[in-house]
Structure formats: C-alpha cells, structure tokens
C-alpha cells in the first residue's frame, strides 16, 4: 500500500535538510529542529498519525478534510490556512484546482493534500539542494504563498494568450470551434474566479493576523503576495469580460454571415419568381397556347427570360439592392 507520508523533512536544527522515516518522525523531538510534514489524507496511515498527534479538533478536521474553502485561521497554537494551487498535473485542467492544508506552530509544520502539487514539490527541492534556507514556519507559509501565487500569475497570462488567438480566428474567421472554445475560456474564468477572491481574503487576514509566526519583514512579503493576487484576480476579470465582448463580436459576425445567406437567397428567389410564373402559366396542357406550332417558339420565349433577368438586375443595380 503507498504510504500517506510524502515529505519527512528537516528545516533547521542540527541537521537541515534531512528526510526522517516515519518510525523516525515519531521519535522527533522540537530540539531536534523544525519539522515539515506533508500528507496524503486520504491515506490509511497519514490519517492515524494526525489523529494520534494531540491536535485540536479544529486543526485535525480540516488537514483530513476532503473539501475545503480557501481560508486563513490564527489559533493559539498556530496557524491554519487552507489553500488551491494551479493544477499541473498531467490530462488535468489547470481551473480543476488542488486544495492543500497547512497547519504551522513554530516548531512543526503538517500539511496534507491528495494529488500533487507542484509548488509543494518545488518548497521541498530548495529545503533538501539548499538546507537552511527555509528555517522558520513563517518563512515556509510565505514561500508556499509565493509560489502558489506565480503559478496563478502564470495561468493568467495564458488565459490571456488564448483569448488573443481566439480574438484573431474570430476576425479570420478561420475556426468552427470559435463558439464553443470561448464558452469554455469563460468557464473556466468563473472556476478560478470562485477560488481566487477566498484566497485573496485569506492573504488578508494573515496580514492583519499579530500572530507570532510572523515579524514586520514577514508581514511585508505578504502584503506583496496579496498586492500580486489582487491584480491577478483584476487580470481574470479584465479576461472574462474580453471573453464576452469576443463572444458577442463572434455572434454579431455569425448573424451577418446568415443575413447575407439569407439576402442572396431571397434575391435569387426573387428573379426566378415572374421565370417559374411564366414557364408555369405556359407549361399548362391546355388549347390556345401560342407558340404551339412555331419551331421559333421556344427560342423566342427563352430570349424573353433572358430579357427579364437582365431587367431585374438592372433594377435590383438601381435601387442599391445588389
């Protein structure tokens, strides 16, 4: 069965850097220096841990919860957050957000999520290629804030690549999936859109928090990581209503395209209307057709339509029609 632990590291100490086994994790000691755990919780093993490791109810609720809003709690043993990262996962989409929890006191840090998350990944290469350089929990929220952050920066701008080469196909009118690509951008506009304002609010509150975790250098680092996602959110809105306005430039093309269809159609439906009456009016099996026993006939009465096309197109030339 894969085990629920997925980082047993070091941040300080003695010995930064260091990955513990899980029997070694249960022998950890706070003098041995700050300890970062990351969980899967859905995992049989994880689960007992957390649930054997005296936290309060609040605390063990939310690192096994299966959904969680985004949100930042300030408790007398620490800190709790609630966060969703970009999904990079392969055959994912990036708006099927992955939800993390954190709960840090100033001597160990637990945090659980299910699938992977590449910010996680990315905290737990610099603690192990660049020991000491994460030694505080502050110092590790922040970081993780960070770069949760940037990868948000980073799906905004490609929001925005996309809807500039949906903004080009619809002036190019080069695409038959225009209608249904920018329904699906504006989806996934109102998907991010739920998750990110929650974050931005739990940014805040860290920022007006006094917690002890976090020194006045702490605190400003977070007011940037809140000014970055303020305009990130700013940026996706910017990007739905471009999607709108595209989606209403696509159906005003569409419509003009069916009028002319339409115009053409009811053009040529006029010049064949006096043509089918008068082919009509003759082709009755009737006496006192004339015509009838002239081989001219025929060849007469085809200059005569030729004649009323070229009067009808005259007229339609006149009267701005054509």
Known sequence: MESGFIYCLLLSGPNPGQSL??????QWQPADGLLWLHLRYSAADAIAWINNAQLPA????TLLAEHTRPRALSTADGILMALRGVNLNPNSAPEDMVSMRVFAQPQRIISTCERPLQSVKDIAQQIISSPGSIDSSADFLISLCERLTHRKVELIHNLEDELDNLDEQVSEHNSQTLRSDIAELRKQTVILRRYFSPQRDAFSRLLNDSHLLFNTEHKLRIREI?????????????VCDRASVTQEQLQSVQSEQLNKRLYFLSLISAIFLP???????????????PGTDSHLAFSLFCAGLFAIIALQMWLFYRFKWL
């Not at 086994?21 to 249960?26: A, D, F, G, I």
């Not at 809140?226 to 910017?238: G, M, P, S, T």
């Not at 043509?275 to 057709?289: E, P």
Request: a negative charge; proline letters at 3%; glycine letters at 14%.
């Open 275 to 289: 043509l089918g009456f008068l082919t009509g009016l003759l082709g009755v099996n009737i006496g006192g057709i």
């Open 58 to 61: 609040t605390e063990t609720d």
């Open 21 to 26: 086994t899980p029997e070694q994790v249960n």
């Open 226 to 238: 809140n000014e970055v996602l303020i305009r990130v959110i700013e940026d996706l809105d910017a």
